[in-house]
């Protein structure tokens, strides 16, 4: 019988690994992100003030009473707008403490697995410790299923057929960008929506794509919500929701 560490490997000291968790089902997990997970001296994750954190949740199975664990709170998320300045040096402090904490474990001799929705190279906050520790230590990226692709297959929404383009775009773009990003696509994934969810709908209808437009909201997990964008009077959105417009292709 051959084991989950035979088929995914134990991890090694001293490397920091980016740990892709997928969109949120512990199944949809890769044998090798689970044996690492199970592996790793020490469990690192971000998370939302007040909240588990997703990603450490989607691993909680995986994570006995005793692991060592760092978490990481954001100091603020959807509060302040991208790319106001109080945003970037906030942020941009708390990127730099964080890789700080992670040096420090790595120096000691310790692996540390880095949790990321998804997977780590995607829209990842791990990406912003990829870019400050990748040329001091040892660190491997640990691919998952992305968001999206869960969110497509829940919602039985094949996104694209033939010679369809497939355009990702993030919510927080302002509107008229966003139309006119979506006019040009021919299939499309607005991520990021949260309180953007309005002008979401807003941009997708001027561009002529709300009958085909869908609303994930936790694709794969428990409380999943999936419905027509157009039906979504009421609500509230939140940041690990999305739009999918599948494209219309050619279909033999």
Known sequence: MISLEDIGGRAVAGTLYGIGVGPGDTRYMTLRAAALVC?????????????????????SALVGAERRELRFEYP??????????????????????????????????????????????????????????????????VPGVTGM?????????????????????PGTLDEERLTQRLAASDAAVIMKIGRNLEKVRRAVESAGLSDRAIYVERGTMADELIMPLRECDGVAGTYFAMVIIPGQGRRL
């Open 39 to 59: 592996s790793v001296d020490v469990i690192a994750f971000f998370a939302k003030k007040g909240r588990q954190g997703n990603a450490r949740k989607v691993v």
């Open 149 to 169: 692709s869960g969110c497509w297959t829940r919602a039985n929404a094949p996104i694209t057929w033939g010679d369809d383009i497939l355009t990702v775009i």
């Open 76 to 141: 603020l998320t959807d509060e302040v707008p991208a790319d106001h300045s109080e945003y970037r040096e906030q942020i941009a402090g708390f990127y730099k403490e964080t890789a700080a904490a992670l040096e420090a474990e790595l120096k000691g001799g310790r692996s540390v697995g880095l949790l990321a929705e998804g997977d780590p190279f995607f829209y990842g906050s791990f990406m912003h410790m990829w870019r400050r520790l990748d040329e001091a230590f040892p660190v491997e990226v």
